[in-house]
């Protein structure tokens, strides 16, 4: 069993729909990414959480440290949303490593 | 400037050539990383500096040998490659070398290589 796991794995929206993307882990974290990754390649990180909710834009992070669980909600979704989120957790046993959550794979249609 | 640089971003090999991959940050960050990505996969960490010096070396073929001259650039020498070697390779960088919060992970747009 992954230390990180996501779902859904693969989600279609239609534009304007409200998404939510969940990610649930198993190890004690000291912090949260939420990254996005477009076809081209090039990563982007969203949100880094320890606590609580953060919000940009149409997108919202929260996370319950308790439940270990977090989950990323896009408002009003777009075309231009289409792309893998994955989620990522420095894990306070491992250091200098991010642990990689396998990763949703979002298409938003017009 | 809150960016990680690569170069090249395409990079085609024969198996008995000499390359490098090249990275850049100018954010003061003393932890750089090297990650290996195929396709439909997250990445796989390689390798870690920590204040210009290896931290983590996952293990990783002696056919890949990382450099870090200075606290902003990252190289990746690569030699004698195999096709199964083909992926994107992602560098990033963060400010700590470990999880902290604030500790936010930039990552470069990646260096496609292909190995024939």
């Known amino acids: 069993k992954n230390e990180v796991e996501q779902s859904p794995q693969n989600l279609t929206a239609q534009e304007g729909e409200f998404i939510t993307i969940n990610c649930s882990y198993s190890v004690g974290i000291s912090a949260l990414h939420w990254l996005q990754q477009h076809p081209g390649g090039g990563i982007v990180s969203l949100f880094m959480?320890?606590?609580g909710k953060k919000k940009h834009g149409r997108l919202i992070a929260t996370i319950n440290i308790q439940e270990k669980h977090s989950s990323l909600h896009i408002t009003a979704s777009h075309p231009r949303d289409s792309a893998v989120y994955i989620c990522a957790v420095w894990t306070k046993s491992s250091g200098d490593k991010l642990t990689f959550g396998t990763g949703t794979r979002l298409a938003v249609r017009p | 400037d809150t960016e990680v640089t690569q170069t090249p971003k395409h990079l085609v090999m024969g198996m008995t050539n000499k390359k490098s991959l090249k990275c850049e940050q100018h954010?003061?960050?003393?932890?750089m990383y090297w990650y290996k990505q195929k396709a439909k996969k997250p990445p796989e960490l390689m390798f870690v500096y920590s204040y210009e010096k290896l931290s983590i070396n996952e293990s990783v073929p002696s056919r890949f040998s990382p450099e870090c001259p200075n606290s902003s650039l990252l190289n990746l020498h690569l030699h004698a490659l195999q096709p199964e070697d083909s992926a994107l390779y992602l560098c990033?960088?963060?400010?700590?070398?470990?999880?902290?919060?604030?500790?936010?992970?930039?990552f470069g747009e990646g260096s496609w290589l292909t190995v024939v």
């Open positions: 990033a960088s963060s400010l700590l070398g470990r999880g902290h919060p604030g500790n936010t992970i930039y």
């Open positions: 959480l320890s606590s």
């Open positions: 954010m003061g960050h003393r932890a």
